[in-house]
């Protein structure tokens, strides 16, 4: 364990940091071991190729013994305390707030007046007017107004500072920024799973306070305004204008979001139209394309390391829920080398299956989604619906029966390992999907209560096709 935890933390490691590492371990204020140092200068003959490290060898070269493997294992285990307080260092330099705030408490603490003062003014003058306002900003801000705080009230005799409203709404803000983060993830788990008992203490109150400084919100901490209306979407899901006002937000702001908030914020808005097309939404279905549309424009595909292959996936099956087979086409072209390697081949068959489906190319799309290795659920069900509708275009209905069955024990077998949502959006569409190719529904009443008890389900996948391909 000891030794995983040693290969773990190296191989984290970039060159810069692995010399800076050196740097840590030869200065004898941080470490004043010089066995240590050897092991270090032992690893970097090794570096970036730590999987040839052997404990024989490293006990020869360290010891001038392939048996002292003990002694060894010891001075690992030392390597890695070191390491931590690396890491620790690295944490603490790339967050220089942090550090002025520590500092500016140990002054505060300490009486030491003219320092505070000092360090106090030049905080204010680099303090960031950034956009992107994070945990760690709201924490830093509200730690230095508490410093601030305390250090005035150390000196005043009769009366509290007058700036105690200002160090509450800091407070206020951190608390707000980072309960928001939570209830997002809180109540996406309460949605699915019947079982949960997940906390949302506050956020009746979250939501109050935010309503009652909407405005100024807006302009001064947009991304806690941008979070509320992703939090919005999710808990009044009904209620599209928050939907359209988080669209709106984002689209208008991107030129200042960064990467990592463009990315949720988009991300936020894709759940959203896609819950709604699962719905049978048809206004919903462009908005969704929409969604693809906007944040390809962008360049926000470009600009990401990665195409996560379920987003992938998405931007080809709304832009053929649309009929726009051409953009689905360009997109597989494009991103096609931006997919994690595990995943690229079966996303990349499973896209062109999607295209050849929409041209009508029914045999060919078989032959590839045929050659499909299903890494996990979402790839064998997506495939599968995609399989069952050639089958439903081709009439195969003996096949189509073979396959729903197959489908049905899938699910039933891995119940536990879906979502509750996600294991009804496709139960019930092969349930739906059984009831349509069912010889003795194919009377006109049977078929007007079929559609509709179909167009009131919620949750439902393909929905549109469904009500699209049932006979009239």
């Known amino acids: 364990m000891k030794e995983t935890r040693f290969f ?61 493997i003990s002694k060894l294992r010891s001075l690992m285990s030392d390597f890695v305390k070191q390491l931590e307080k690396f890491y620790q260092q690295i944490a603490i330099e790339d967050n220089p707030l942090y550090l002025s705030n520590s500092l500016l408490k140990y002054y505060t603490e300490n009486n030491l007046t003219s320092s505070f003062q000092t360090l106090q003014k030049k905080i204010h003058q680099i303090f960031p007017k950034e956009f992107n306002r994070d945990e760690n900003f709201y924490y830093n801000k509200m730690m ?52 949960s008992e997940a906390d949302l203490s506050f956020s009746n109150d979250i939501i109050e306070y935010i309503k009652s400084n909407a405005k100024l919100l807006k302009k001064e901490e947009p991304i806690i305004y941008m979070k509320y209306l992703v939090l919005m979407t999710i808990w009044r899901p009904d209620e599209d204008q928050f939907y359209y006002e988080l669209k709106s937000f984002v689209f208008s702001k991107l030129e200042n979001l960064s990467l990592s908030n463009s990315e949720f914020f988009i991300s936020a808005l894709m759940n959203y139209t896609l819950e709604k097309c699962n719905e049978g939404s048809k206004k919903f279905q462009q908005e969704r394309f929409e969604i693809y549309r906007l944040t390809e ?69 078989l032959n590839i989604i045929n050659k499909i290795d299903y890494l996990n659920s979402i790839f064998y069900l ?66 007007l209560d079929l559609r509709f008890d179909l167009e009131r389900e919620t949750n439902i996948a393909s929905k549109e096709w469904l009500l699209e391909n049932l006979p009239k």
């Open 8 to 68: 773990e933390l190296l191989k984290n490691l970039s060159e810069k940091d692995f010399r800076r590492l050196g740097e840590f371990l030869r200065s004898p204020y941080f470490n004043k071991t010089q066995a240590i140092v050897s092991l270090y200068n032992y690893l970097g003959k090794l570096y970036p190729y730590f999987e040839k490290f052997s404990l024989e060898n490293a006990s020869q070269a360290l010891f001038g013994n392939t048996k002292k």
């Open 144 to 195: 230095i107004s508490l410093s601030e705080f305390h250090f005035k009230l150390e000196r005043n005799e009769e009366k509290l500072p007058d700036d105690i409203e200002y160090v509450s709404e800091n407070i206020d803000l951190h608390f707000v920024s980072t309960k928001l983060n939570m209830l997002h993830f809180l109540y996406y788990y309460k949605k699915s799973n019947s079982k």
């Open 297 to 365: 424009k962008n360049f926000i595909f470009k600009k990401l390391p990665f195409v996560n292959h379920i987003d992938f996936q998405n931007a080809i099956s709304a832009s053929i829920g649309v009929n726009n087979v051409r953009f689905a086409e360009q997109f597989l072209f494009d991103y096609k080398n931006k997919l994690i390697p595990e995943f690229k081949k079966d996303t990349i068959s499973l896209a062109k299956a999607q295209i050849l489906f929409a041209k009508k190319d029914y045999d060919e799309a």
């Open 382 to 447: 997506k495939s599968k619906i995609l399989q069952s509708k050639i089958y439903y275009m081709q009439k195969e209905t003996n096949s189509q029966y073979y396959l729903i069955d197959s489908v049905k024990h899938y699910l039933k077998r891995n119940e536990s390992k879906l979502s509750k949502s996600s294991y009804q959006l496709y139960w019930k569409y092969f349930v739906y999907l059984q009831k349509m190719i069912n010889p003795n529904n194919n009377t006109k009443s049977k078929l």
